[in-house]
């Protein structure tokens, strides 16, 4: 039986939900490498399922096994969901503090993956990113916090705006924001309301987060990493301040439902530091969770307000990169070295003309820092938060894309996507570029323009030189090979880059 | 008498040369105020008139008397100098361990400044200059190391540049440098050469000063400050490691001959931690030396290369400013408070195309820098280094100024000179701003381009806001009269200004 959904992913036996009765299901059910199984059970709509119910499945591949959450989904059904990632046969067995729900057990072949399935990203190479399939992914993100929270309409007008963008990540909130951008267009709340009109958080709603649900899925048919922002500090929603215990289980739930889906990422949170009612030891509890309720090891981060100085430690174990805030574009490699992880500039300030400087800096500053980031061996994201009439911004609400960056960040990332698929590093080099060291120079000349100038490359190969104008989008190739110290002509003007690639 | 040099400033008695025989001057010579009183006496010749003969005079005027050094001009010639700062009639009596030149006495009348005239510039509210006669000062200097160690054409060609040009400072060595950018058209050495081919830094070379001096009274009269550059660690004349004697011995020299130059401004170093051969504790002598020899409390600072992290402690008692070399256009409010005392960033690199990083930024990156450095209170200086078929770039040997940005300072100078004569302070608001609270306000918005913006007056006041594009340099009125909160709409760019001034 296909779940709900958007229903396109549903193709291919990419998710597989099975309503487990017989108790033993058929070895024939199949379901694709990084795709999702799912275990459906019947059980108790009593009491408070949310609370009282304990469920759990053992998955097993040879000598392997993953415990996996399951969570209630409302209306006496449970779900249990697993994302194999080797082909053969999976079995499983369920444990639960029901009778009806426990020692379900059953089996399930996991075949080769579809097209266009590269299975979920993860840190390759240390500073880098790679698909399970061993596809590089350089990460291209945009931010629409709460795009899924949105009337049916803009929803779909985003769904139709993102592939005709360069974006392959999206940062969103799984919980609503509810500040100044995005006030309208609100969608139901999360948590079922009491008597008295208030959310209670021991109650998720399930058609809530069933509906993110399929919003993520249909952002993994395009292609597109969903970068789940799990806590906020915005809003009168209150989820700032829920406490620990709803906290800690709505993190669970959330791993429950989410976790076997290949395009999801986990952010902990955004400008985390701005949440003035958790302490550093929340954030660990929660990160603990984290940890140890995802079988997956799905990337994780930890996004900062303000600058740098905000950042969060980022040795922590469950983190897998750092997820920065900030305008400092030139520190990236210095913040790679110092945790080991990949950096990705998550907010850099948004393209835009709205009164707030984080969402006011022009097109060309925008594509400059994207430019700035790569060169540190870094990746940037991009926001768009341009006034309308329509009072809908991308940034927050998603719709359609106005700016003058996004096609310029498409024409760096096929640069990116041409060059090395290890990525870049910086180098100690006089004008800013990122290499892989004798074999391929990224450079950025920034606000310089130098007339000519002696890249200084090894003298026992040979490469071609490539001009670019990351504005403009052009690539002309200087005319010739290059070795050693000879000094190339450049244009003279400010903001373009050279790209050399070892032919010899 | 009148002294040679340009000629041009001598006109008007500004610059008396008096031939102390007989003994006893006649009262009616006359010089005007902040112009130069010289006493020429003639004396020993024989052995090494540098080191061996003392000199200087006593100048009194009411109960104020001052120590001034005298100094020899070779062929027997000895001068003091004296730039008297009050109306009125002066008096003097030289000491000398030479019986020639010791008792010496004489007088004259310090009358009123001609045109043009403003005397010496001093620091003013802390952290602004002002002119000696109250007119205010805005310091907008640029740089061109060794234009007076040039030919004459070329050296008149700089002088014929600079009254098209926005500048009223100038930073010039004293002592060749002849590095890459300057090594042609070197001048004669500074010092006598020995029998050995080697120059001896006991023996100023007259001529070589002589000339100096001309400069600097050319500069004087066209209204620019000569930013003195005292020491520097560039290039094989060996002038970086002359010893802490003839260190202190050439200072001595430079004081006594160029103090009493109203336009004066002494720079102990430039890139003083490029020099290797001395310590803090050398600087520190010769600091004390300056303030001990300089009865005039001429400006004073010591410029830093690299960046700010290598920054003098300008709280010295001798260092009356800060002369940085930073790119860190950003920091300047907080090294004002650090050291209460103007900052002026002199050097922020150069436009102009050369390979160089310190020499290749763009027309419009120099014109951004002097606007954020003028939004923190600070000063910014300019230069330029465009490679050119004749192998003259502006900021080593002058010339032409073939640059974008020379015009868009004129135009920043002439809204300065036109805002609050006190100067500028960088508030703490939301987009950079500069102002007297209350009454001017002058923004720049750097990367950011809000499409409309509520400026925050106060409320029981009226203003006029000009909107101003820094580039096109153009000031557009707003239409109305503004107060409190109201929006106003913006063109939606980047790097544009808002000025705004109280009208009731």
């Keep these: 039986m296909v779940s709900r959904g958007s229903g396109v992913l549903m193709r291919r036996r990419e998710f597989i939900s099975l309503f487990a009765a017989p108790a033993m299901a058929q070895v024939s059910t199949s379901v694709e490498q990084w795709g999702v199984f799912e275990l459906a059970l019947p059980g108790p709509s009593s ?56 020692g379900k057990s059953g089996a399930f072949v996991c075949a080769s993956p579809g097209a266009g399935n590269h299975g979920p990203v993860a840190v390759r190479d240390t500073y880098h990113f790679a698909y399970a399939d061993g596809a590089r992914c ?14 049916q309409e803009l929803e779909e007008q985003t769904l139709a705006t993102l592939p005709t963008a360069p974006f392959n990540k999206i940062r969103m909130c799984i919980l609503p ?26 109650r998720p709603r399930p058609a809530f987060f069933r509906h993110l649900e399929a919003r993520v899925l249909d952002l993994q048919r395009l292609g597109i990493q969903a970068d789940l922002i799990l806590f906020h500090p915005y809003g009168r929603g ?3 301040n829920m406490g620990a215990e709803a906290d800690d289980r709505y993190l669970r739930y959330v791993i429950a439902r989410f976790g076997a889906f290949r395009n999801v990422w986990w952010s902990m949170a955004n400008e985390y530091n701005f949440a003035k009612t958790k302490t550093a030891a929340d954030w660990e509890r929660l990160g603990a969770i984290l940890k140890s309720k995802d079988p997956y090891g799905r990337l994780a981060s930890i996004h900062n ?25 030139t520190e990236g490699r210095k913040i790679r070295a110092r945790f080991t992880r990949p950096v990705l500039y998550d907010e850099c300030k948004y393209e835009g003309n709205i009164s707030r400087r984080w969402g006011d800096i022009s097109g060309r500053e925008m594509v400059h820092r994207f430019w700035l980031g790569a060169i ?18 991308w940034v927050s609400r998603g719709g359609v894309l106005r700016g003058e960056s996004p096609k310029r960040i498409a024409f760096l990332r096929e640069i990116l996507e041409n060059g090395p698929p290890r990525g870049l590093t910086a180098l100690d080099s006089y004008y800013p570029c990122a290499a892989v060291e004798g074999e391929y120079y990224l450079y950025y000349f920034d606000v310089h323009q ?21 504005w403009e ?21 400010p903001y373009l880059a050279a790209r050399i690639r070892r032919i010899s």
Tied chains: 1, 2.
């Excluded at 267009?185 to 309301?193: D, K, L, V």
């Excluded at 540190?376 to 911004?393: M, Q």
Aim: proline share 8%.
């Design 305 to 329: 307000g303000g600058e740098l100085e905000n950042m969060y430690d980022h040795s922590r174990p469950w983190i897998t990169h750092v997820s920065l805030q900030s305008s400092q574009m």
């Design 376 to 393: 540190e061996g870094c990746y940037v994201g991009h926001g768009e938060t341009y006034e309308h009439p329509s009072n809908v911004i």
């Design 473 to 493: 989008m052009t690539v002309t190739p200087v005319e010739g090979e290059f070795q050693g110290k000879a000094p190339v002509a450049l244009p003279g003007r």
């Design 177 to 202: 924001t509810e500040y100044a951008y995005s006030a309208q267009g609100f969608r139901p709340y999360p948590f079922e309301h009491t008597a008295e009109g208030k959310q209670d958080f021991t």
């Design 138 to 151: 350089f990460p291209f993100g945009t931010t629409c916090y709460a795009w899924a929270h949105q009337a």
């Design 238 to 240: 209150g989820y700032a």
């Design 47 to 102: 009491g408070n399922p949310f609370t009282e119910v304990t469920l759990s499945a053992r998955f097993r591949y040879g000598s392997r096994t993953a415990e996996v959450d399951g969570f209630y989904d409302g209306d006496g059904r449970y779900r249990i969901r697993c994302s194999p990632d080797q082909q053969g046969e999976w079995t499983y067995e369920t444990r639960s503090n029901s009778p009806e729900l426990t």
């Design 450 to 470: 130098p007339a000519r100038y002696a890249f200084g490359l090894p003298a026992d190969a040979r490469f071609r030189i490539d001009l670019i104008d990351p």
